[in-house]
């Protein structure tokens, strides 16, 4: 089967007042149809980056990015995405807000198809009586809620989350974590989530890849078999606690604090 996303050999440099900052050097990333992709690395070695080569939003210098059997060379609509601040529209109430991107990508619902979708993900993840408020009247938790479901409510061919439950307290995270396996079940997507929280990423992950420090190469590649449905549990079994040591081993090779050559 071929991967829904596949990032083959990517190396890209920023051109910097500096002189160019090589940023990706060497990523391999591929997630299969259904896939959920939890990708952790240090701080500034080309997460976002990579978010931004697989929306579309930019080229890489060397290497390619394929999304459905297609070359990505362009913006793509059919990419959904969520980030650490969601950017809502303070003049927009929630259901207007869920509904944007159905009034941009072509063939979008209109009407009260529109309506009806955004409000059948609102009721997904617990918001189906605030549709009439506006984002100020959230909190940061249900504001994220809401921004997830428009980044799906054009159902995507791909979902990109870029830490978007970094600035949310423990128990919302947790919370969150909870609504995504419930929104994967019952809206399934491909997804690449970016993280640097290790736990979330083994909990929502069906694989963990690691990039190394800047300039990012793919360093380390772990596949978790989900169970159905999935509990936050399963985060204080042995198993768990054997994964994130070997995340947490990994890391600390990419931030140069471990040896190298106990990379795999
Ligand atoms: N448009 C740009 N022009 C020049 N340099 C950039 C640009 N965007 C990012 N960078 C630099 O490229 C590096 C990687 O940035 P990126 O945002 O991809 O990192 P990241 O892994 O997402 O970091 P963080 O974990 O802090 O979010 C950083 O050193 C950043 O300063
Ligand atoms: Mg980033």
Same mark, same amino acid.
């Given at each position: 089967?071929?991967?829904?996303? %596949?990032?083959?050999?990517?190396?890209?440099?920023?051109?910097?007042? =500096?002189?160019?900052?090589?940023?990706?050097?060497?990523? +391999?990333?591929? &997630? +299969?149809?259904?896939?959920?992709?939890?990708?952790?690395?240090?701080?500034?070695?080309?997460?976002?980056?990579?978010?931004?080569?697989?929306?579309?939003?930019?080229?890489? %210098?060397?290497?390619?990015?394929?999304?459905?059997?297609?070359? &990505?060379?362009?913006?793509?609509?059919?990419?959904?995405?969520?980030?650490?601040?969601?950017?809502?529209?303070?003049?927009?109430?929630?259901?207007?807000? $869920?509904?944007?991107?159905? #009034?941009?990508?072509?063939?979008?619902?209109?009407?009260?198809?529109?309506?009806?979708? /955004?409000?059948?993900?609102?009721?997904? $993840?617990?918001? +189906?009586?605030? #549709?009439?408020?506006?984002?100020?009247?959230?909190?940061?938790?249900?504001?994220?809620?809401?921004?997830?479901?428009?980044?799906?409510?054009? !159902?995507?061919?791909?979902?990109?989350?870029?830490?978007?439950?970094?600035?949310?307290?423990?128990?919302?995270?947790? %919370?969150?974590? !909870?609504?995504?396996?419930?929104?994967?079940?019952?809206?399934?997507?491909?997804?690449?989530?970016?993280?640097? %929280?290790?736990?979330?990423?083994?909990?929502?992950? @069906?694989? &963990?890849?690691?990039?190394?420090?800047?300039?990012?190469?793919?360093?380390?590649?772990?596949?978790? /078999?989900?169970?159905?449905?999935? @509990?936050?549990?399963?985060?204080?079994?042995?198993? =768990?606690?054997?994964?994130?040591?070997?995340?947490?081993? !990994?890391?600390?090779?990419? !931030?140069?604090?471990?040896?190298? +050559?106990?990379?795999?």
């Amino acid at each position: 089967m071929t991967a829904l996303i %596949d990032i083959k050999g990517v190396r890209h440099a920023y051109a910097t007042a =500096a002189g160019p900052l090589p940023v990706l050097d060497g990523l +391999e990333v591929s &997630v +299969e149809e259904g896939g959920f992709c939890a990708v952790v690395g240090p701080s500034g070695c080309g997460k976002s980056t990579l978010t931004r080569l697989v929306a579309g939003l930019m080229h890489p %210098d060397e290497g390619e990015v394929w999304l459905h059997g297609e070359r &990505v060379r362009g913006p793509r609509s059919t990419v959904g995405m969520a980030f650490q601040n969601p950017v809502l529209l303070e003049w927009r109430s929630i259901l207007k807000n $869920v509904m944007l991107p159905l #009034e941009i990508v072509p063939n979008g619902l209109k009407g009260n198809a529109a309506k009806e979708r /955004a409000r059948h993900l609102l009721s997904l $993840v617990g918001l +189906e009586d605030f #549709e009439d408020k506006r984002p100020s009247e959230l909190s940061g938790g249900m504001r994220q809620r809401a921004s997830l479901c428009r980044a799906l409510v054009h !159902q995507p061919e791909v979902l990109i989350l870029d830490e978007p439950f970094g600035a949310l307290d423990a128990f919302t995270r947790e %919370d969150l974590w !909870q609504t995504m396996h419930n929104l994967k079940e019952k809206e399934p997507f491909t997804g690449v989530l970016i993280t640097h %929280d290790l736990r979330e990423a083994i909990f929502l992950g @069906d694989q &963990v890849v690691v990039l190394s420090g800047r300039p990012a190469r793919t360093q380390y590649v772990m596949n978790i /078999a989900r169970s159905v449905p999935a @509990d936050l549990e399963e985060l204080y079994t042995a198993e =768990a606690a054997e994964r994130l040591n070997i995340l947490r081993h !990994q890391i600390e090779i990419a !931030q140069g604090r471990a040896p190298q +050559e106990a990379a795999q």
